[in-house]
């Protein structure tokens, strides 16, 4: 069975070369020639089009970044649809509105072509290790089939309903992650402008019901101020984005996540849309006048 | 050494148990007689004021509702200061406007008295245990005087810094609490609402940065629809306040805190105030006309 992997860059690149790795053959394809070109020459074919890729392979996966760019190279001209086979599988790995997925997905079950929505978490490396968390929407007999593939980029393989669930599950991950930087970042600008130095504050509440994951992935960097990304202050934006489209079409309000969309935004206007979203806590310590760091 | 006891509450109550048990000698007070009574059976000493208390004792514990009863008992009328004696200490272990812990600190020490702001996080069942985390704001050499009282009631003991710090911190603690619930109601809302299964949606999400003390405590509980507290909506409204508070008086704004504060409210209007506050979810349930709970 031949693979294609449409889209190699920071996220694609290291899965398609562990997918190589475990003896897949490839047929790859970017609008970069550069990573392409690295990938032939560790065995890989080259693509010439989306649908060239799709005409020479059985399962096509696509790693994108938004849902245009998803639209564009599945739906478009010279697409992935123009050129798959009957009985082929498109897993798009890219996080997009699940609304788009499902779009996909109908456009291709109307060819026959089977469509699994597999977003992953886990960044860059975990990309490179395999061990990405990957939420997989779609029919559980066309994950099945497809299962050993995703093995190859992750370790945790969780089925979360029909077509969109992966990215519907995806969202609420994002929404949490955020959030809990805004939270750690008001109390610890909070804290440290009434005078309590942030890292007693840190040591103090990170074993208790205030203790995460990000708590203890983030103050720490706070604290030394590293705000080299990690994830992306842009990349998130897009993620909310996609979440507060999706609270559109199901009619919710999402009060808190808005808000932190706002910061977003307000720090991407300030310059700082390549950051580590942990930069969350930079908007408030310009309100505040104060930086949270380590005592001299 | 003789230790005074004022506010035997929830809280209060296994707290002066454990010193007892501990093998020190205590003096009780309380408004409710109830509590006082059945110390009194199991060897403790009855108080007829807060200034009686004092006046028998080297060291007054007070674990008081809010601000304006440890004012009263400390500051007011037959209050502590009138019957403590110079070089005595005050531990208060209530969870208050750091301002106020400031402001009978330093009318303490105009009569010799020295002063501990010792607030706890982990609830009656670490009360209970013995187990609590004491996050303490004072003088260190005060805080040594006072280290062995201290660790028969709590397991962790952090001293934050000056007069302050430990109800400063106490705060920061109850920003991220509420936040991260309120960030897993949004997430588990919108998954819900937009056709996903929440259960399936947080076991895909907790062992990756979304993961959260919050998220592994309260989701399993809220798809069981178990909202018995816990930790009162009532009282998180009281910290965020004096969260509120203390943001205001060294001027800066918490957007997310504000917001959650106001969620607190809407469910304390619809009668929730005595609910675990995992039921922040139940805010958004209600606008999304869904529950989010466990499929049958």
Chains 1, 2 share one sequence.
Do not use: W
């Not at 920071?10 to 020639?33: E, F, H, Q, S, T």
């Not at 074919?45 to 245009?68: F, Q």
């Not at 849309?273 to 930069?279: E, F, Q, T, Y």
Request: proline share 4%.
């Amino acid at each position: 069975m031949k693979i294609g992997f449409i889209g190699v860059g920071i996220m694609g690149k290291p899965m398609a070369k562990n997918l190589m790795k475990a003896g897949y053959r490839l047929v790859v394809y970017d609008i970069n020639k550069e990573p392409v070109k690295e990938l032939v020459t560790l065995g890989a074919e080259e693509g010439y089009s989306p649908k060239d890729v799709a005409e020479r392979t059985d399962v096509i996966i696509t790693m994108l970044p938004d849902s245009p760019q998803v639209k564009e190279v599945i739906l478009g001209k010279d697409g992935v649809l123009e050129g798959a086979k009957k009985g082929s599988v498109i897993i798009d790995m890219s996080s997009i509105n699940p609304a788009v997925s499902k779009e996909i997905a109908k456009k291709a079950e109307e060819k026959g072509i089977e469509f699994l929505d597999a977003p992953v978490s886990g960044g860059e490396p975990k990309a490179i290790d395999g061990t990405l968390s990957i939420m997989v929407g779609g029919k559980k007999e066309v994950l099945d089939r497809c299962y050993d593939i995703l093995s190859k980029m992750g370790t945790s393989i969780t089925l979360c309903g029909d077509v969109g669930s992966g990215n519907i599950t995806k969202l609420a991950n994002q929404i949490i992650v955020a959030l809990n930087i805004a939270a750690m970042s008001e109390a610890l600008v909070l804290a440290t402008k009434a005078g309590v130095d942030p890292e007693v504050v840190y040591k103090a509440i990170r074993g208790g019901l205030a203790g995460s994951v990000v708590l203890d992935a983030k103050a720490p960097k706070i604290l030394a101020r590293d705000f080299n990304p990690g994830f992306k202050i842009d990349l998130h934006i897009k993620d909310l984005n996609n979440a507060m489209a999706t609270a559109q079409e199901v009619g919710i309000p999402l009060f808190l996540t808005s808000q932190v969309m706002g910061i977003l935004q307000s720090l991407k206007i300030d310059g700082k849309g390549l950051s580590d979203h942990s930069a969350i806590i930079q908007f408030y310590e310009k309100l505040a006048q104060i930086e949270v760091k380590k005592k001299d």
